[in-house]
């Protein structure tokens, strides 16, 4: 898991580089992500960060959406 400030900034990275998300706010303290993307990226976003050699799955109950963006967390 995320134990550090340095993985924080890996996972991050990993999540605001595919194509779609807008923004991820990230802690290692809570092991959470929050990404604001466009509502198709979610299972792109859980497998990036799974390849980058974390664990994720999106929170039960953790997406909201609107028009074209969706807020969840991991």
């Excluded at 303290?29 to 974390?54: F, M, N, P, Q, R």
């Excluded at 664990?55 to 109950?61: C, N």
């Amino acid at each position: 898991g995320m134990m550090c400030p340095h993985c924080e900034a890996r996972v991050k990275a990993v999540i605001e580089g595919i194509s779609g998300v807008s923004s991820a706010s990230v802690s290692h303290i809570s092991g959470t992500a929050t990404v604001l993307a466009e509502c198709d990226v979610k299972d792109a976003v859980v497998e990036a960060v799974k390849a980058a050699g974390y664990e994720a799955s999106v929170a039960s109950g953790a997406c909201s959406y609107d028009c074209l963006k969706a807020s969840y967390e991991l």
